[in-house]
T-cell receptor
Framework: EPEVTQTPSHQVTQMGQEVILRCVPI?????FYWYRQILGQKVEFLVS????????KSEIFDDQFSVERPDGSNFTLKIRSTKLEDSAMYFC???????????????FGEGSRLTVL | RKEVEQDPGPFNVPEGATVAFNCTYS??????FFWYRQDCRKEPKLLMS???SGNEDGRFTAQLNRASQYISLLIRDSKLSDSATYLC?????????????FGRGTSLIVHP
């Protein structure tokens, strides 16, 4: 069964350092998302990506965040200068099209746990 | 007002019990509704989509009331393995897109 893969599974970093989280979405999917989940809290939308550009982003997704699709498979989230409050699980998700573009299941990766010290 | 609201629980029920979860959403232009399941420290996984006519999958029944902006999930004959957090997900209109937006989840604990 096709799956979304994420690396690393866990990263520990010092405050102020740059972090890149990587995702390989399902190959024929067109819509890509990053979510984060702070421990004990809800899954929060960060950004969506379609047709090689950001389609929507949340208030959380400020200037320290960026996303790229550097090749046909990888989808990355970069945090330029990490803060303590960036500690969270970051989930990548992808979605194909199922009839209408607004429907369709999200497929999640297993997540990358980021710990900022 | 939060876009997607759920009672966080926990719901603590014995095996075999029937339990119901509710979810409300604030944006009437929302399309597509889902229930996901999340086990501790794992990724969310789709449990079922929710259709206007209501739908059933084995022990699970989902219903949508667009007029009241309300979604429900009913679990019959609860199993120990049903213990998890159940996430209500609504595709909320944002600009030109629809963003899958999560409720905070309802925790279910099924005990022997």
């Amino acid at each position: 069964e096709p799956e979304v893969t994420q690396t690393p599974s866990h990263q520990v970093t010092q405050m102020g350092q740059e972090v890149i989280l990587r995702c390989v979405p399902i190959s024929n999917h067109l819509y890509f998302y990053w979510y984060r989940q702070i421990l004990g809290q809800k899954v929060e939308f960060l950004v969506s990506f379609y047709n090689n550009e950001i389609s929507e982003k949340s208030e959380i997704f400020d200037d320290q965040f960026s996303v790229e699709r550097p090749d046909g498979s990888n989808f990355t989230l970069k945090i330029r200068s990490t803060k303590l409050e960036d500690s969270a699980m970051y989930f990548c998700a992808s979605r194909g099209t199922s009839g209408f573009a607004n429907t369709g299941e999200l497929f999640f990766g297993e997540g990358s746990r980021l710990t900022v010290l | 007002r939060k876009e997607v609201e759920q009672d966080p629980g926990p719901f603590n029920v014995p095996e075999g019990a029937t339990v119901a979860f509710n979810c409300t959403y604030s944006n009437s232009a929302s399309q597509s509704f889902f229930w996901y399941r999340q086990d501790c420290r794992k990724e969310p996984k789709l449990l079922m989509s929710v259709y206007s006519s209501g739908n059933e999958d084995g022990r699970f029944t989902a219903q949508l009331n667009r007029a009241s902006q309300y979604i429900s999930l009913l679990i019959r004959d609860s199993k120990l393995s049903d213990s998890a957090t159940y996430l209500c997900v609504v595709n909320v209109r944002s600009g030109g897109s629809y963003i899958p937006t999560f409720g905070r989840g309802t925790s279910l604990i099924v005990h022997p």
